[in-house]
């Protein structure tokens, strides 16, 4: 199995709802990452877990939050979102957060709407 | 700001052509990675080149590495109207561990 799987697929949300982004790998990858990408623009990095643990958060608002709960769930939680924070939401994962040699295995992406 | 810009931001080729994508960054790399994404969806990775290689190719790709230029092409042989996609490079700093920095990226258009 060498899939990222990321649900949902599309979410709208109002400013004042929660909602999570979730992401599962059974690749036994120990990073994983949460990367934003607007239209026609490159991914940014957003979060990088290693072993489970929060290793960079790359200045994000307080309104996403990450979670992951286990080796290979990752959940992103979205709470008072603005409109500006509509994009693709992608999740990653590597096998060892350390090593600058690994490849990335991307999801599909949430393609997420604040209205 | 962004390790890596390409050039060109779009092309588009015949089927059967080549396509070359350029990609220039900043700092000192450990490797560079080259990923294609088809509309809407996640990025494939496709290639990665270490810092002390010139070149690699992969079936129909072809990447080479200048870092004294801080430079990378990747060229795609006998292009299919199936490669039509965006091409981003990416960049890991030597310092960076596991910091994976994209590049504007190229849209890649094959007419059939």
């Known amino acids: 199995d060498t899939e990222v799987t990321q649900t949902p697929k599309h979410l709208v949300m109002g400013m004042t709802n929660k909602k999570s982004l979730k992401c599962e790998q059974h690749?036994?990858?120990?990073?994983m990452y949460w990367y934003k990408q607007k239209a026609k623009k490159p991914p940014e990095l957003m979060f990088v877990?290693?072993?489970?643990?929060?290793?960079i958060n790359e200045s994000v608002p307080s309104r996403f939050s990450p979670e992951c709960p286990n080796s290979s769930l990752l959940n992103l939680h979205l709470h008072a979102l603005q409109p500006e924070d509509s994009a693709l939401y992608l999740c990653a994962s590597s096998r060892k957060p350390t090593d600058a040699q690994e490849k990335l295995f991307f999801g599909s992406g949430t393609q997420l709407s604040v209205l | 700001s962004q390790q890596g810009e390409e050039d060109p931001q779009a092309l588009s080729i015949q089927e059967g052509e080549n396509a070359t994508m350029n990609c220039s960054y900043k700092?000192?790399?450990?490797?560079l990675q080259w990923y294609r994404q088809n509309s809407g969806r996640g990025l494939v990775h496709l290639i990665l080149?270490?810092?002390?290689?010139r070149e690699k190719h992969s079936g129909r790709l072809r990447v080479t590495l200048d870092t004294s230029k801080k430079s990378s092409s990747l060229l795609i042989t006998a292009s299919r109207a199936a490669d039509t996609a965006s091409y981003f490079c990416?960049?890991?700093?030597?310092?960076?561990?596991?910091?994976?920095?994209f590049g504007e990226g190229t849209q890649l258009t094959v007419n059939p």
């Open positions: 700092t000192s790399i450990n490797n």
């Open positions: 080149i270490r810092s002390n290689e």
């Open positions: 877990y290693s072993y489970e643990k929060l290793s």
């Open positions: 990416a960049t890991v700093k030597e310092t960076s561990g596991s910091r994976l920095t």
């Open positions: 690749m036994g990858h120990r990073a």
